[in-house]
Every structure is written in structure tokens, then in C-alpha cells.
């Protein structure tokens, strides 16, 4: 079965629409104060947190601290999930806001505009470089990497942590039809940079 | 909510065409993938471009796989942050044991016939999802893919899983045994309960590592390789 059949209804939407998911009965006993639960949930959620925040911040002893962060925040304010969207939604949008905020105090700290850096793409090998370093698997997977951070995020939002369009856009508090359009230029720029490593996929 | 700026909005190809990646990681609604699908019958220029988003999907996928998990310290840091806030948190505390046992009683209040139909309703998800994959994914050779909600999935290292949790398994045991087998949980829970889990083991060893699992029927009722 795909998760399309998982999701054989529209998005669930009611009170409370994920309140039997373990994630959401561990979250529930947090707000209780009970810290083991925060064990627990980290056992059962921190890997793909680590790695969307890794794959963000670029730097993993940042994206380590950013995580705990994370898990306080839930630890904190656990008794205002109210489970209207599922746990991991909800723990990623807490992830990509102290994200964007560690990026934003990153800038402000190094006293330059970085936003070449973070925002636009990394340069540091040319799409020519990259592409007679790797085969074409490897070639996409870089050229995804030189993606702005918004287009990175909504490819692994989609691909890698397999949120919905509008639980993509409660992560990112954009509305969906603006999800959309980011996908749809973040793709439209991969297949620019392929291009430029020599890879003519057809599209746009 | 911040709206994209200085962007034309999109015309229906274009939509479709954006629309495509949720489209191969099967997380679009029943509404979405009809009008998605209708396009792509009578736009076959647009249908030859889900392979594109396949191979993006791919990418994304492995590029993830290849991060290693964050130290093993980094728990004992969180927690002792958490101790810290609990001291200046002024709340009504109520039994530690409360998380699992609320889990257990849950978990619990299934028949054993629910539970074994809940084990076969996995076991149909995989075949049907082997099946599914076997039309849908393109392979490269010399790749190792498994399987996640209908695509690919690269395995940078260890050996990958589907599981489903026994009834009244206790958060205790389930750390303590993932310690054991050097596993953790990289996904779910999906339809059915099913979680994915990575074992450190090598390639070859992936049998193995399966009948590790498979032998800790005490915790898992269900195990199968994510391949």
C-alpha cells in the first residue's frame, strides 16, 4: 500500500484528528510533566528531526543543539498540542521556525549578508566540477544540495518526511498554493543547475 | 502566513507539474491525486515527468540516509535541560508511568483478533506496496533501494525493517531492546502501526539482522525487511 491509501480521506481535520498516534499519547503525557515520555518520543522521532535540521543548518553540532531545543520547546508547551495535525508535523514546524531563526542569527552574527550562502544556493563546486566528480544519482543529490534553503526544505518536507501539501504548509506557515509554487521553482532551478552539470532532463 | 513574493501564480500544467512530487511520495489526498491523474491521461508529455520527480524523490531520500545519527550524548544533554526546566516549571506532576501505561491500556484494548488482523493488514500493505514498487520504480544498478510508501529508498548503511509494536509494550522495553540490536526508528507510525527501523548491521548480514528482530516476539509482532 502507498501512503496515498494511507490517505484515502482528505486531510483529517477535527479536534484532536491524531490524538491515538503514540507520538501524540507520549506529547499528551509530557504536558502531564511526565519526563520519561520525552525519552520516548525522542527514541521514536529524533532521527528524522536530526536530519532535517542537518540537512538546513548544515552543520551538525549546530543541528544537535537546535534539535534539543526542539524537544524543550515540546517539553515546555506540550499541553497546547491540541493533535488537530499529526506529532511530526507539528515538531517540525517548531524545528524549521528555530531553523530559520538560528540562520537569521547566524547572518546577524557574522555581520554579512549570508543570504547568498543560505538562502540562494552553495557554490562552492560549479554544476561542472560536480558533474565529473559523480554519477547522475549523485549529480542530483548535489545539485538538490545547492538548492536555497526554502527549496531544499520543501523537497525533503515532501520527499524524505512525506508531509502533504498543507501539512508542508503549516511547517512552513506559508498557505498551499504558495507550497506549490516553491516546488514548483524549486524544481524548475534543479533542472537549471543539471543542465549547467551537462543533464538535460526535458523539463521546464 | 507569508505568501511567496514577486511570483506569478502558477497556470494548471504548471500545478500539475508541482504537484507531481507528492503525486510519487503517495501523500496527496484522494481529491488531489483524481485531478492529478485525470491531467496525466490525457497530458503524456506531463505523465513522462513523474520519472523526473521519481529520481528527485530519490535523491532527496539518500541524501538524508547518508547523515548519521546525532551523538549519543546529545540524549543525556536534552534530558538534563528538561530536569532543569521541570525545577522552574510549576505544574501538577502525575505519575512517570502514566505515558505507557495510557499507550498499553490503548494498545491493549484491541482483541488479539484485532491485533492479528491489525499484522495481516501489514503484511498486505508490504505486497501490495512490493507490487506497486515493482511497476512504479526504476532501478539503478548497483543501488540498494527499499521501499517507503510506494518509492525508493537508497540504504546508506544498515539494514532497514517494517515493524508493528506487540500489544502493551512498555517504552522501557522498546528503547532497551532497539539499544540491544543497535536499532533505531527513522519512520512511522503508518497505517496499520507500522514503523521503519534501521538495524546497524552490514549488507550481507541483513538476514540476520532480521531474525534478531524477529526473534524479540515479545516486542515486535510483526517484522519485514524494508527492501
Known sequence: ?204 | MKSEPNLKPLSEAEEIEAMLPWLVAGTLTRTETARVTRYLETHPEAAAHVALARDEREAAISGNETISAPSSANLDRLMASVANSAQARSISVPSPASVWEKVASFVGSFSPKTVGFAAAAAALVLVAQAATIGVLVKRDAGAGYQTASGGPVAIADGIQAYVVLQPGVTGGALTGTLMELKASMIDGPKAGGIYRLRIASEKADGANAIAKLKARSDIFSFVGPAQ
Open chain 1, 1 to 204: 500500500m502507498t501512503a496515498t491509501a494511507m490517505r484515502d480521506m482528505d486531510q483529517p481535520s477535527g479536534l484532536s484528528a491524531h490524538a491515538d498516534a503514540p507520538e501524540a499519547k507520549l506529547i499528551a503525557a509530557i504536558a502531564g510533566g511526565d519526563r520519561q515520555a520525552v525519552k520516548h518520543l525522542y527514541g521514536l522521532t529524533h532521527v528524522r528531526l536530526y536530519r532535517y535540521l542537518v540537512r538546513q543548518l548544515r552543520n551538525e553540532a549546530i543541528a544537535e543543539e537546535v534539535m534539543n531545543e526542539v524537544y524543550l520547546a515540546v517539553w515546555q508547551n506540550a499541553a497546547r498540542y491540541e493533535a488537530r495535525s499529526a506529532p511530526m508535523t507539528w515538531m517540525l514546524s517548531i524545528a524549521h521556525n528555530k531553523a530559520i531563526s538560528t540562520l537569521r542569527k547566524r547572518r546577524e552574527t557574522a555581520g554579512v549578508d549570508q543570504e547568498a550562502t543560505e538562502q540562494i544556493a552553495d557554490d562552492s563546486d560549479t554544476p561542472e566540477v560536480i558533474s565529473q566528480k559523480l554519477d547522475k544519482a549523485q549529480l542530483i543529490r548535489a545539485c538538490v544540495n545547492q538548492l536555497s534553503a526554502d527549496h531544499r526544505s520543501v523537497m525533503d518536507l515532501v520527499y524524505y518526511q512525506e508531509r502533504s501539501v498543507a501539512e508542508v504548509a503549516e511547517i512552513m506557515s506559508v498557505p498551499e498554493a504558495t507550497v506549490k509554487t516553491r516546488m514548483f521553482y524549486a524544481r524548475k532551478k534543479l533542472s537549471e543547475l543539471l543542465l549547467a552539470a551537462g543533464v538535460d532532463r526535458g523539463w521546464p
